[in-house]
């Protein structure tokens, strides 16, 4: 571990209520052995579990690796959504920015040096992730698929994996370019509707560029009751739907009308599929219908569309299900 006031790499970490595994996402910072300097910038969403407390603690024994921000409010329930974009990625110093959220963890001590050494040879990538492990602390019946593309080998992604029916990697395993960032803040400046953060930070950044899939694991997901992913999993599978329908609007030039509508379609049958899983009949392609000719029958300002789809959406899904 490398200290210096020019950090390579940045690790953006967010938290709130991670106390029983805080140290180990952490400890997995620390471990990273590098030929450059990182830096740690965490933000605690008002945590009340001693998740502060532990943060603290690394900050007096690292002051130069760690550079935590404290909210005396929750903002999540205010409504905040992109917390890495609103409060880290600013103070932000790298070249390259690593997602890890405190519940997760890394694994493989030459993970950020693996990725930064693809990078630095190859300037034409965004971003470079990898396989990822998963921790099932639910004991829920789980597929791989349920959470993202699964992948045994090296592989090139390009936009159309992005914004496809499951995301292609885990976010604990992205390392992307810092000269994401405008386009970041620009986009959660629009629309804060978004609460898969990860499809946004992936589809914006692979615009600028190829990302590189490495199938080293490297990387722990953890399933539990706290987690935003596992939690209130009807209501979040459908922000996810809902976040994907966004990102096909914003980058419809990038793909011919008969690509939006076959991979719209497809992540549309993947949510009708998981909540038939969950016991849950309904057809997201008639609602859809219904809210698009609603739409046309009352002309609605292009900039509110978007909004007023998903309300409309999320009305009709709520009743149904």
């Known amino acids: 571990m490398i200290e210096n006031s020019n950090p390579l790499v940045s690790i953006s970490c ?4 991670h106390a029983p595994f805080i140290r180990e996402c952490l400890d997995g910072f620390l471990m990273q052995k590098t030929s450059f300097s990182f830096e740690i910038v965490i933000h605690d969403d008002c945590s009340t579990d001693g998740t502060r407390e532990i943060i603290e603690e690394y900050a007096v024994k690292y002051p130069n690796i760690f550079f935590p921000v404290f909210q005396e409010e929750n903002q999540y329930s205010k409504g905040v959504r992109g917390m890495m974009v609103k409060y880290n990625f600013p103070r932000c110093r790298g070249k390259y920015i690593a997602t890890c959220e405190a519940d997760d963890y890394w694994t493989d001590p030459y993970k950020l040096q693996k990725q930064v050494d693809f990078l630095e040879r190859n300037a034409n990538y965004a971003g470079c992730s990898h396989k990822t492990n998963v921790i099932n602390n639910k004991n829920d019946e789980w597929e791989e698929s349920d959470f993202w593309q699964g992948h045994d080998e090296d592989k090139d992604l390009d936009l159309k994996d992005m914004v496809s029916i499951v995301v ?16 970041l803040s620009a986009f959660y400046k629009k629309w804060n509707l978004a609460i898969s953060g990860d499809i946004v930070l992936f589809t914006l950044s692979c615009k600028l560029g190829p990302v590189k899939f490495l199938k080293d694991e490297m990387s722990s997901y953890r399933v539990h009751y706290g987690g935003v992913t596992s939690s209130k999993a009807n209501s979040h599978h459908f922000r996810g739907l809902f976040d994907r329908y966004i990102m096909w609007v914003l980058l419809s030039k990038q793909f011919t009308k008969s690509e939006q509508l076959q991979h719209f379609d497809s992540v549309i049958k993947h949510y009708e599929h998981y909540l038939i899983k969950k016991g849950k009949k309904i057809s997201i392609s008639k609602l859809l219908k219904e809210v698009g000719f609603f739409l046309k029958s009352n002309p609605v300002n292009p900039s509110d569309k978007i909004g007023l789809t998903y309300k409309l959406l999320k009305n009709k899904i709520t009743k149904t299900i």
């Not at 967010?14 to 209520?17: D, E, L």
């Not at 292609?168 to 386009?183: A, C, E, G, K």
């Open 168 to 183: 292609p990697f885990h976010t604990s395993s992205y390392l992307f370019r810092s000269s994401v960032i405008p386009q």
């Open 14 to 17: 967010i938290t709130y209520n």
